[in-house]
């Protein structure tokens, strides 16, 4: 099968799963061409990549391209064309297509809703090609919110829009896909690289050892956990908290720690560029605590927070706000340790329930807990899902 498959950003170091799917796609046989409308300085792939650039980067270089498209496949320019009704729009769609190549693969595969807002009307561009968009959640703080017209423009173009966890297909379908093209298909993982050490020691010294990992910003919660963390210490409690991630409220949240004066329980690590790296912390630690939470005027909602697969893959437990997409992305022996998304007190107390386990019962739990994602996340079996369904949907 031949899959063409686009990104808004990548190569992107904080999401794995990107080179998780391409490489066992690529494993399978299938062929592969990518292209990106970003990236991040210093990133790298073992894929080549097209980037995409737009009219206002590249005016005269594009405006070239253009005219040759139209030249050379003018059916597919006049299909573009027809795709908008703005001339502003036609004009943008034209100067993608003419960075694109003229032939059209079996599979148009989309990662999030901006990158299927810039090429969804590939759709009308080449109609015998099967449109997929796997709709990763919302919009982050900070980056613009995409409205319903664009995002039902989109998603509603779509033959399959494939979502994480159950809270997500139904946002992408609130959000104007139609309910019976979406469908629910987690991100998978190559478990070959999760091992947990074989003597891995739990509470060593009778003190545990937590970590929050992620982009260090509002929506993530990681003031609220400082807070609850500052009460552990007032009420004696033994533990060591590490935050690794970068973002903008890193120096905030540093500030914080010395204000709440837990400078000698607190460690940042920042960001860290190696997966492999971050991958052994979770190994290193006893439990990751999730914090994600709303935030006012952003469609942003965490769904499988795919951090706490990895966790539960090294053997790590989980203690997590019950938000999107998270509950059902949690194995049972996991949900006593839920909370209210923002709440202190309830932080604090999954905290405290979750440190009353001794190391021999946190061992059992968290060998169920691997047990879980290994049997629900194997990126093999994921991939043959997204691509059965492609198949049904094609046929």
Not at 348 to 360: G, H, P, R, W, Y
Request: with cysteine.
């Amino acid at each position: 099968m031949k899959i063409d498959v686009y990104f808004d950003v990548y190569p992107h170091p904080s999401k794995p799963y990107f080179e998780a799917q391409l490489s066992e796609w690529r494993r399978q046989g299938h062929q592969l061409r990518l292209f990106s409308l970003g990236q991040i300085p210093g990133a790298t792939s073992a894929f080549p990549i097209t980037f995409v650039r737009t009219l206002r980067q590249r005016p005269a270089r594009l405006i070239g391209k253009m005219l040759w498209r139209m030249l050379t496949c003018p059916g597919r320019s006049w299909r573009v064309a027809r795709s908008e009704r703005s001339p502003l729009l036609i004009a943008k769609r034209l100067a993608t297509d003419a960075q694109l190549p003229p032939d059209a693969p079996d599979v148009h595969f989309m990662h999030n809703l901006a990158t299927a807002v810039h090429f969804t009307y590939l759709r009308h561009a080449t109609p015998r090609t099967t449109l997929a968009i796997y709709y990763h959640g919302g919009e982050i703080p900070g980056v613009r919110q995409i409205p319903f017209e664009e995002s039902a423009g989109a998603l509603g173009r779509a033959h399959v829009v494939f979502s994480n966890t159950a809270a997500s297909v139904d946002e992408a379908v609130s959000r104007g896909a139609a309910r019976e093209t979406a469908v629910r298909v987690p991100v998978g993982f190559p478990l070959e690289r999760f091992a947990p050490p074989v003597e891995r020691p739990y509470l060593p010294e009778h003190r545990w050892r937590f970590v929050c990992l992620g982009r260090m910003a509002r929506e993530k919660g990681f003031d609220v956990v400082l807070r609850a963390f500052a009460e552990l210490k007032r009420q004696r409690q033994d533990f060591h908290l590490t935050l690794i991630g970068g973002g903008p409220e890193l120096v905030p949240l540093k500030r914080l720690a010395t204000q709440l004066e837990l400078d000698d329980y607190v460690t940042f690590l920042g960001f860290i560029e190696s997966y492999q790296d971050m991958v052994d912390h979770l190994a290193a630690v006893d439990t990751l605590v999730f914090s994600s939470l709303p935030v006012p005027g952003s469609n942003f909602r965490d769904t499988q927070a795919c951090v706490m697969q990895e966790a539960m893959l090294m053997g790590a437990s989980v203690v997590a706000s019950d938000i999107g997409g998270i509950r059902e992305s949690l194995p049972p022996v996991m949900h006593p340790y839920l909370y209210t998304p923002g709440s202190q007190d309830e932080l604090l107390a999954s905290l405290a329930a979750m440190m009353k386990n001794d190391a021999t019962v946190l061992e059992s739990m968290n060998q169920t807990a691997r047990r879980f994602v290994v049997e629900n996340y194997d990126i093999r079996r994921v991939n043959e899902a997204l691509l059965t369904q492609i198949t049904t949907v094609s046929t």
